[in-house]
Every structure is written in C-alpha cells, then in structure tokens.
C-alpha cells in the first residue's frame, strides 16, 4: 500500500526576507515534523521553537497538530512591543497633542 501525502506550504517571515515553500509529507505529518524536515530551521537558526509561536493559516496551533492537504503553516516572530501597551502610548501621545492645541488657540 502506498502512504497517503498531502501537499502543505510553510512560511516564515522577517524583515527585508521571506521565504514560502511548498512540500509533500505524508498525510500524518504534525506541524513539528514539517518545520523540522523543510530544513527553515536550518536556514533560519533565530527561529526557536520554544519561543517563536506557530499557526496554520493565521491561527495559533500546537507544534503536534495534524495537519490537511493545502494547510499553509506560519512561523511568527517574537513581537518587538505589546500591542496593548503601545496602543496605551499613541492614545497618551494622542491627549497630550489636544491638550497642546487647546492651550495655543
């Protein structure tokens, strides 16, 4: 008997390089046995899959999810600020730049 394969992508991303590949694994291949057999790790030894989070088509998922035929799996970067805080600081930028314009005019 022939063992079934699905065809998925995996992509990584960091500024000024991405990289998109498309492989055929066999059809009970998790999300850690793509990563590890597509050589990213390789090429990209910043990449920790300890640290970096990983998802399947925008969608946080585990290392040891299955995966279907089509299925494009992303490996994200660590985020250089927290959204909340940095959302915090453009709206206390945004108060002190009224607060600037009322006292002029």
Known sequence: ??????TVEIVYARPGEQT??????????????VITTSGILE???????????????GRATS??????????????????????EARKKRAAEGKQLKKGAREQG
Do not use: C, H, W
Not at 1 to 6: E, H, N, R
Not at 43 to 57: H, M, Q, S, T
């Open 1 to 6: 008997m022939v063992d079934a394969k699905i």
């Open 20 to 33: 998109l590949e498309q492989l055929r694994v066999p059809a009970a291949a998790t999300v850690r046995d």
């Open 43 to 57: 090429r990209f030894p910043e990449i920790d899959l300890a640290v970096n989070k990983v998802g399947v088509f």
């Open 63 to 84: 290392l040891t999810a299955s995966l279907l035929d089509g299925d494009r799996i992303e490996i994200y970067r660590p985020l250089v600020a927290d959204p909340k």
